[in-house]
């Protein structure tokens, strides 16, 4: 038998004009486990990674906000605003399961979560026209927004119940809330000037009544530093329309100004037959603080300048002629 008989894989040829010569024969060597062309889809997986972690650690406050209608919001393209500047998105809207109101979601920047808190207000900023002035004009070409009032007292809430009108103060306005009872509220109403010798100063905020039904509690704000001219000695008085009185002594009427006899007001002031009292403090704007002052309601001006005394004498007199022209009220003269 020939050589090559005993070596199969190597093959021989013989060429026309030489003797036999063996073909080369492939080298056969096992590869590794690991190959570089696996570190690149490694390496995506890794930048993937931390870019979903820092995208969610990056992530804003995810709120929700309950109104009654969503007339003119939009889930994407809805602004949430703080001063007119962007702070959040809505980015969707439902309606409530009992169908009554919707359920605006709303994201904010991360910076605003140690401000959203359980007096955070909310409200759609529309165009409005009320007796005390226009506002939100600016809406008509960019659109409604929501605006944002942010708070730092109270506990931290991410649902909240978004206002159909807007406050008219924010937290961030300095100045002093206080409570007015009086029997009945006239022709005040929300909005209505409050003024300190015909100069305005403040508003009415709200007003409800009594749990008894026997008065009406009127809240007020007057801003800063108007503040604090208000002492514990000054009164309040009701200064709607035209005070016309006809007495003894005459006519007296009174007046304040065109826009408290249209949509009523409030003026204060403190007389100087009282003892000036030391100011109150500022009481805070939040509901979670101390009480608001509360002071009475005079129906007029003449009225809170009424003179009182603290020591009182009263007599009965009774006379034998007419006491035609004597009415209640009527001063009791001296010389």
Do not use: C
């Amino acid at each position: 038998m020939s050589e090559t008989a005993n070596h199969p894989s190597v093959v021989s040829r013989q060429p026309a004009d030489g003797p036999f010569e063996p073909l080369p024969e492939a080298v056969v060597r096992a590869r590794g486990d690991f190959s570089l062309v696996w570190l690149i889809p490694l390496v995506a997986v890794l930048i993937g990674g931390w870019l979903a972690v820092k995208t969610f650690a990056e992530r804003g406050p995810v709120i929700t906000i309950e109104f009654k209608t969503a007339s003119g919001l939009a889930a994407g393209q809805t602004k949430v605003k703080f001063k007119d500047v962007d702070v959040g998105q809505v980015t969707a809207i439902d309606v409530s399961s009992d169908l009554k109101t919707v359920i605006v979601t709303a994201e904010l920047k991360p910076g605003f979560t140690d401000f959203l808190t359980e007096n955070t207000r909310f409200w759609v900023e529309r165009p409005r026209v009320t007796l005390s002035g226009v506002s939100g004009l600016g809406t008509l070409l960019s659109g409604a927004f929501i605006a944002l009032d942010p708070g730092t007292v109270g506990q931290a809430r991410r649902d909240f119940l978004g206002l159909e009108e807007p406050p008219l103060f924010t937290t961030a306005e300095p100045g002093q809330r206080f409570v007015l009872r009086s029997p009945t509220l006239g022709s005040l109403n929300i909005g209505s000037p409050v003024a300190y010798r015909q100069i305005q100063v403040g508003q009415v905020v709200g007003y409800a009544l009594d749990a008894d039904g026997q008065a009406v509690s009127i809240e007020i704000f007057v801003s800063s530093p108007q503040d604090r001219l208000v002492s514990a000695n000054t009164r309040f008085w009701n200064a709607s329309g035209i005070d016309f009185s006809l007495s003894a002594a005459g006519i007296s009427v009174d007046t304040q100004s065109l826009l408290s006899v249209l949509i009523g007001g409030v003026s204060f002031d403190t007389p100087e037959t009282i003892d000036a009292a030391r100011p109150t403090e500022p009481q805070p704007l939040s509901t979670a603080g101390s009480a608001p002052p509360l002071f009475h309601l005079y129906p007029s001006r003449e009225a809170a300048y009424a003179k009182t005394y603290s020591r009182k004498e009263r007599y009965l007199l009774f006379f034998k002629g007419s006491v035609r022209g004597l009415s209640i009220g009527a001063p009791v003269l001296l010389k």
